[in-house]
């Protein structure tokens, strides 16, 4: 992995460092892989190799900058910096790891298919705990993440 993370210019979180040398062969996970281009995530736009360097944004750091973001040429791509999709849901929905910045190594839902939004995974959203970090995530079986999302994110669903 050590040629992986020299060649995109991070560092891997420690749990998703072990999940890759230790576990991954592919299967629910979007694997990261050796192609003609170098090291990628299938299924992950190549697009966003320019942006993985950069900080994961909070999301609630978009509304904070006054706008500014909004609109401007690769807003979209920005919102995901420093992320990678672990996963797709189906629908346009996905499951996002921040593998930089403060937010390295939580987990995201991805919903801008319907309503703009990215937001942690976690076990109390009311109660303000933390996204869930990827070890808390993978322990959890890697499915069925409905009890993860906020209470006004709506009922439960089969993802």
């Known amino acids: ?89 189906g629908c ?3 499951t996002l790891l921040a593998l930089t910045g403060p937010l390295a190594g939580t987990v995201w839902w991805d919903g801008r298919a319907t309503c703009e939004l990215i937001v942690p995974l976690s076990l109390d959203h009311p109660g303000g705990a933390p996204p869930l970090t990827f070890r808390e995530w993978r322990d959890m079986g890697l499915i069925d993440l409905s009890h993860l999302l906020g209470p006004d994110w709506g009922g439960p669903a089969d993802f």
């Open 1 to 89: 992995m050590a040629e992986a993370e020299e060649e995109l210019g991070i560092r891997f979180p420690p749990a998703y460092r072990s999940y890759l040398t230790e576990v991954s062969s592919g299967g629910r996970l979007h694997r990261l892989a050796r192609g003609p281009a170098g090291w990628w995530w299938e299924e992950n736009h190549t697009a966003q190799r320019d942006l993985l360097r950069l900080p994961f944004p909070p999301p609630d750091s978009y509304a904070a900058d006054g706008g500014l973001w909004d609109g401007a040429e690769g807003f979209e791509d920005r919102q995901t910096a420093g992320a990678v999709v672990l996963r797709d849901n």
């Open 92 to 94: 346009g929905f996905a």
